[in-house]
Antibody
Framework: EVQLVESGGGLVQPGGSLRLSCSASGFTFSYYAMHWVRQAPGKGLEYVSAISSNGDNTYYADSVKGRFTISRDNSKNTLYLQISSLRVEDTAVYYC???????????WGQGTLVTVSS | DIQMTQSPSTLSASVGDRVTITCRASQSISNWLAWYQQKPGKAPKLLIYDASSLESGVPSRFSGSGSGTEFTLTVSSLQPDDFATYYCQQYDSYLLTFGGGTKVEIK
C-alpha cells in the first residue's frame, strides 16, 4: 500500500523557515517524480514544486521561486521542501504528491499545515 | 502559464441527478487533463486522467470527456458520497495548473 506521510509543519513568524518532510513507502520511490501542492484555508489547490526521480531536475511555481527548495533522498525514501522567507500568504496545508509518470497525481499524503503569523 | 477555468464554482444537486462540471483551458492541452475529488479535511483523490480514463476503483458513474480546450466531468447519478469539491488539472505544460474547483452541494 502506498503511503505518503508529511511532517514538519507548524506555526512560524513571517520571514522564518521550516523544512517539510515526506516519508514514502509502498512503491519504488526512486522511480517517480514527486511534487508538493498546497491549499490555503478554504481555498483551492495550488501547485508548488516538482522534482525528477533522480533529483536532477526541479521546478517551482513563480509564487515560491527563490524561497522554496525541493530535494529528495532516495536512499531514505524521503522528499523534502525547505521553505524560507515565509509570508502570511504561504499559510496552507502542504501535500506531498506522487506522480503517476505523466505529471498527474495518483497518491497524496494527508498534508501538513504551515501557519505563518506573528 | 495555462489557466484553467472551472464552472460552475458551486452546484446544488439532489441524489440521483446527472451532474456536469466544465473545465476550460486558456490554450489547447490535447487530452492532458485530470480530475480530482476532495472531501472536507481530506486529500484529493484521482478520478479521471487523460481526460477520459477512469482511475481504477472509481465508480463507473463518473466519466470525463473533451479535448483541446474544453472538458467535462459527468456524474451520471449523484450519490450521497459524491458531495464534494472537484478540481481539474492540466499536465500539457510542465507548468502544472489546477482549476479553481467546483463544490457540489446538496440541494
Amino acid at each position: 500500500e502506498v503511503q505518503l506521510v508529511e511532517s514538519g509543519g507548524g506555526l512560524v513568524q513571517p520571514g522564518g523557515s521550516l523544512r517539510l518532510s515526506c516519508s514514502a513507502s509502498g512503491f519504488t520511490f526512486s522511480y517517480y517524480a514527486m511534487h508538493w501542492v498546497r491549499q490555503a484555508p478554504g481555498k483551492g489547490l495550488e501547485y508548488v514544486s516538482a522534482i525528477s526521480s533522480n533529483g536532477d531536475n526541479t521546478y517551482y511555481a513563480d509564487s515560491v521561486k527563490g524561497r522554496f527548495t525541493i530535494s529528495r533522498d532516495n536512499s531514505k525514501n524521503t522528499l523534502y521542501l525547505q521553505i524560507s522567507s515565509l509570508r502570511v500568504e504561504d499559510t496552507a496545508v502542504y501535500y506531498c504528491v506522487k506522480d503517476r509518470g505523466s505529471y498527474y497525481f495518483d497518491y497524496w499524503g494527508q498534508g501538513t499545515l504551515v501557519t505563518v503569523s506573528s | 502559464d495555462i489557466q484553467m477555468t472551472q464552472s460552475p464554482s458551486t452546484l446544488s444537486a439532489s441524489v440521483g441527478d446527472r451532474v456536469t462540471i466544465t473545465c476550460r483551458a486558456s490554450q489547447s492541452i490535447s487530452n492532458w487533463l485530470a480530475w480530482y475529488q476532495q472531501k472536507p479535511g481530506k486529500a484529493p483523490k484521482l478520478l479521471i486522467y487523460d481526460a477520459s480514463s477512469l482511475e481504477s476503483g472509481v465508480p463507473s458513474r463518473f466519466s470525463g470527456s473533451g479535448s483541446g480546450t474544453e472538458f467535462t466531468l459527468t456524474v451520471s447519478s449523484l450519490q450521497p458520497d459524491d458531495f464534494a469539491t472537484y478540481y481539474c488539472q492540466q499536465y500539457d505544460s510542465y507548468l502544472l495548473t489546477f482549476g479553481g474547483g467546483t463544490k457540489v452541494e446538496i440541494k
